[in-house]
């Protein structure tokens, strides 16, 4: 007999999320909320050649999946090896036209590991980087989004700042950016086949980032195994019926009790855009939020 998936009240999570960040956060120990980290002297040091994995959600992105995953294949690194995680659904059927074609490539250093989930996990993004942070043999993982671009030296680089470091939290001083692009940008087409594409560097400008947030998060594979993310949370680990605004990033860096520390990174990129995933295409919804991310820029 088919069953029919029961998600929690939308309500719940709603009233959750904001009581946990307004309240608990504010009153209670993070320690209450996770396992005991490993000492930082007790964390490996990676003297090196070492293992790195990107871990990237994709839901209605696959133009931008397209160039994170290109920027792999035009510069692939040779200071790490590193594994591409990207979690997706396969009802999103242009995604995996684009995963089914980068399968298929062989990099040096580069192995893929698509991860296809049901919707409802997928639409938690805490839901995937746990599961990456508990099952990763890496020494360092990077929390992503689809929309980032590792571009040329970039992994390199990342590979030289990360030696001999044993703080559970590190981020990209500075990232090149897009403005804030709409649908009928080209960099944004959707109508064409999976390839291999690269960008234009001229059309991004230089930003300074001071804090570890949302797509940013280069956190120790010791720290990660040892606590996953937010696990212990359960709002952040209850599947969805819809990609839901994300504030677990936040929840994680309370948990560990640091914003991350600044490290100089060659090549890290950002597609900026104003229609998000989460919201319905040409949705009431799409267009008040679409405005706004207007005005903000």
Known sequence: MKTTKTYAPRWYNTYAIHFFRLIVTKLLPASWFRTALPEPSKRKAVDGFFKLETVSHCWGYSNMLTYQLSSFVNY???????????????????????IDFFSQKEVNNVTWNFQALSKGKLFRRGIGRNMAARTSNADWLWFTDCDIIFHENCLDSLAEQLQGKQESLYYPRQERTTEMLTQDDPM???DSEPQVVDINSDGFSLHSRDKAKGA???VHGDVARAIGY???????QTEDDRWRKTYEDTAFKWL????????DIDGVFQIRHV???RYAKDSNVSKVRSKIRRLQE
């Open 275 to 277: 229609q998000k995933g």
């Open 216 to 218: 940013f998060q280069i």
């Open 256 to 263: 560990i009790s640091s914003e991350g520390i600044p490290l």
């Open 76 to 98: 692939p690194p040779t200071k790490c090896e590193v594994t591409v995680t990207v979690f997706y659904a396969k009802e999103d059927s242009k995604s995996q036209a684009v």
């Open 188 to 190: 944004l087409r959707q």
């Open 230 to 236: 937010c696990e212990k949370l359960k709002m952040f």
